[in-house]
């Protein structure tokens, strides 16, 4: 059964610190999709990356950077030296190519608090 | 840039009223997605649609009705409002079945 498990409900951190945001996922399609996206207070969730199964590079993005590893079925997020906008809930997010759904299965979300 | 409106960022409706959602994209996207977040659970999808006219139920739909008329724009529709639909309810739309979702800016809803 396809599951995204963001394990970690809520972490708080001082400013310039890094954090890691775990994302585990399974599904038993060889083709899928993983996603990060970001909601800020304000509730809109904003796109951060998309990863297909077969890429499995590391990604950075300025502070952001993400460690997709096959082998753990797991999709963590790193923030560099942490800012108070990073503040937000983050979301994990799976689709599966077979399937044919249109669906996201979505972890149940990390509340990030960044502390000035 | 892809842009996701939603009717109102916040509503007050009574139980038993009839509420309707609105939700418009401007990417020409072919699909369209109504979610709730709830505290704990996460996104949950109530309804979507992959073309005009064209629905299908999402893991939640009982309570809910939706409307495609037009591409640009997907309605959500509670026939019968219930204090269990306080919620938060999102929009999402995309070009492919394994696109990139994206979000409007999300709909605060109270059920007094």
């Known amino acids: 059964a396809q599951k995204v498990t963001q394990a970690q409900t809520e972490i708080s951190v001082v400013e310039k610190e890094d954090v890691t945001l775990d994302c585990v996922y399974e599904?038993?399609?060889?083709?899928?999709?993983l996603f990060w996206y970001k909601q800020p207070p304000s509730g809109e969730l904003v796109f951060l990356i998309r990863?297909?199964?077969?890429?499995?590079q590391n990604e950075i993005s300025g502070r952001y950077s993400w460690n997709f590893q096959k082998s753990t079925s797991s999709f963590n997020f790193t923030i560099t030296a942490s800012q108070v906008v990073d503040s937000a809930v983050y979301f994990c997010?799976?689709?599966?190519?077979?399937?044919?759904?249109?669906?996201?299965?979505f972890g149940t979300g990390t509340r990030l608090k960044v502390l000035a | 840039d892809v842009k996701v409106t939603q009717s109102s960022r916040y509503l007050v409706k009574r139980t038993g009223e009839k509420v309707f959602l609105e939700c418009v994209q401007d990417m020409d996207h072919e699909n369209m997605f109504w979610y709730r977040q709830d505290p704990g659970l996460g996104l949950r999808l109530i309804y979507f649609?992959?073309?005009?006219?064209?629905?299908e139920k999402g893991d939640i739909p009982e309570g809910y009705s939706v409307s495609r008329e037009k591409k640009e724009r997907f309605s959500l529709i509670l026939e019968s409002a219930s204090t269990n639909q306080t919620s938060m309810y999102l929009c999402?739309?995309?070009?492919?079945?394994?696109?990139?979702?994206?979000f409007g800016p999300g709909t605060r809803l109270t059920v007094l």
């Open positions: 990863r297909n199964s077969f890429d499995e």
């Open positions: 997010a799976l689709s599966e190519a077979a399937s044919g759904t249109y669906k996201y299965i």
């Open positions: 649609s992959y073309d005009v006219k064209m629905k």
């Open positions: 999402a739309s995309n070009g492919g079945a394994t696109d990139t979702q994206y």
């Open positions: 599904t038993r399609d060889t083709t899928y999709y």
